[in-house]
């Protein structure tokens, strides 16, 4: 194959094996980029590009590199730069060396992630540009979720009509729940592979994971990350009837539907506030839109954890990860109200002193220990690229 500007199939030197990764984040309009070493630690660089523009990559790379050196590092001295890539489809189950035909792969399932997959494309394709030296390696957060049992991953639709176009429940936020699950296991000196944990990710983005020892059982994110939970501007599980009525009656067209599901429902729709820190605050100066918007989210959460006690017919462990999960007690404290009879006790005390974690907020005699531990994608993304160049 011939090299060309863009073309990760140039000669891509090796890098330095062993040595750091410089993990890629794209989205539709931020670029945000660690430079991380898989042994773990600080991150060595780390920074967000905002706003960035349709031709702005290769800028946002610039700087990257600028950084790098700054550190006293590299770009030679990196082992590889990994690509989060949000939606692998049926086919990438498992981090990827990215060579042009996974590249072409990777646009046909454009159609399974149209808002989140073209950014992360474009990302690979001006990384291979700038850094022709190093390798390109594709981590899924679908992954995860690949062999989800077949009951929780097939929806109950006329298989005629989903099976050609792969219309089933993949799941997302795979790296945060595989690298949560395991960090909660480590935190409490017990294998992975004995414990029984539900692990919410609550971000801008939300899902919840039923994880039995170690592999996944069950999660609320679907063919896409509509489904599920209630995020800071995407509603969650909705009546697919609304849907049809909205159509019909309200004369919505699909781009008009993805506009509201995607940006314009969730915390935003209910409340005007995606931001939970924004969304706390409106609360707290009693506005009602606020609160309903709250109730609605912690309920939800609180359905869910009742479903997956029941998929894992009891768990020994929830834990709350991502920017809400980590930092927000009152959400930990309602989402988890009233299941005392299941045998969830938060202790209050301690559940309001934690920020971030690792640490345990249930209370000694709650038969599920409940923790907040601090997820890190970036790393997860560092280690999983590691271990593939590592076996190469
Ligand atoms: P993502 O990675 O999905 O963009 P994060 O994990 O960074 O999201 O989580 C973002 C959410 O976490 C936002 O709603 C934000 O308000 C909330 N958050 C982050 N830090 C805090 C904090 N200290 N207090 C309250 N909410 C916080």
Redesign the pocket.
Known sequence: MTASPGSPASPAGPGTPGGPVLVLNAGSSSLKYQVVNPAGGRALVRGHVERLGAHGLADALAQVTAEVRAAGLSIDSLAAVGHRLVHGGARFVAPTLIDDEVLGALEDLVPLAPLHNPPAIAGIRQSAATYPGLRQVAVFDTAFFADLPPEAATYALDRAVTEPLQIRRYGMHGISHEYVAQEAARFLGRPVGELDQIVL??????SAAAVRRGRPLDTSMGLTPLEGLVM?TRGGDVDPGVLLHLIRVGGLDAGDLEDLLHHRSG?EGLSGH???????DAVDAGDQLAARAYAVYCHRLRKYVGAYLAVLGGADVITFT???????PRVRADALRGLEALGVRVDPARNDRV?GGPARISTDDSSVTVLVVP?D?ELSIARQVAALLAGL
């Open positions: 990710h609550l971000g801008n983005g939300a800071g915390l995606h931001d939970f820190r924004d969304l706390e991502a920017g809400t999960g980590q930092n927000v920020r997820t994608e």
